[in-house]
């Protein structure tokens, strides 16, 4: 092997053009593996940055650690079966703990009794409503039979307070009978007080005793209609003219009879109203004698 002399060397080395500074070697780091397996590494002025970034060798390593970690848990199944298998065990156990509630629920004895009250009022609830429903058809029957006209008189006085009028005096009997039709319960049966009207002007009243009446069941019921010392104030001329032997006086009969029925004791209850209205007209030749009224009122 021939040696070159440092002459040569010297020579060489002044004939050989300078070379340009090598370059530093930039490093493109990408948060994803795909871009980090096609990672480039350049050394052309064009495709780097006109700065240097400096990347921490130590946070390099550890993002990708990180980074491999990750996708190789993904890229394996079997870490994938794992974590589904944890899932598995932590809904197996919802599952038991929700069942064992459920079951401690049902073995607790204030479960069954509220259970047990609850379709007990649901079913004597629906149990009413069918009694409810099949007392509507059972309403009382009210007829009203006659009226006695026992004394009607007309005298000149003055009311309370001094005022001279003519005063009336009346008294009279209602006769009426009350049917209870229903096969299964009782009625309570009152009413409101029965007027004696003269167009809008009430001339008497009375009060109807209260009774009741089983299934089945009828009653004869006597009211007393009276009216002492009324002041007419000489609105009703007519009535003050008709006290002699030709007296023919048109009056009305008006009330309300109230039925309570008691269809399963006071805890069910159904109550009747029936409206009633009269046209009675008083003659002096029956005073003391029944007038029917049967044909002559009328039922709401």
Known sequence: MHMKSDSEV???????PPRSPRRPVYYVQSPSQHDVEKMSYGSSPIGSP????????????????????????????????????IHTEIDEDDDEDQHDEEMSIRNNPKFYVICFVFCFVLLFSFFSLILWGASKPYEPKISVKEIVLKSFNIQSGSDRTGVPS????????????V??????????????PLQLQYLYFTLASGEMEEFSLTRKKERIVKTSVNA???????????????????MNVALNLTFVVRSRAYVLGKLVRHTFHRKILCHVTFKSKNLGHPNNLTNSCEYH
């Open 166 to 177: 003519e005063m009336l005096t009346l008294e009279s009997t209602v006769k009426m009978v």
């Open 10 to 16: 010297t020579s060489l080395d002044a004939s050989t």
């Open 228 to 246: 002492t010392s009324v002041p007419l104030y000489g609105a009703l001329p007519v009535l003050a003219n008709t006290h002699g032997p030709e």
């Open 50 to 85: 006109g700065h240097y970034y400096h990347c921490s060798p130590i946070h390099h390593s550890r993002e990708s650690s990180s980074t491999t970690r990750f996708s190789a848990s993904i890229k394996n199944p079997r870490n994938l079966s794992t974590w589904k298998k």
């Open 179 to 192: 049917r209870n039709p229903a096969t299964f319960f009782k009625i309570h049966v009152s009413a409101s």
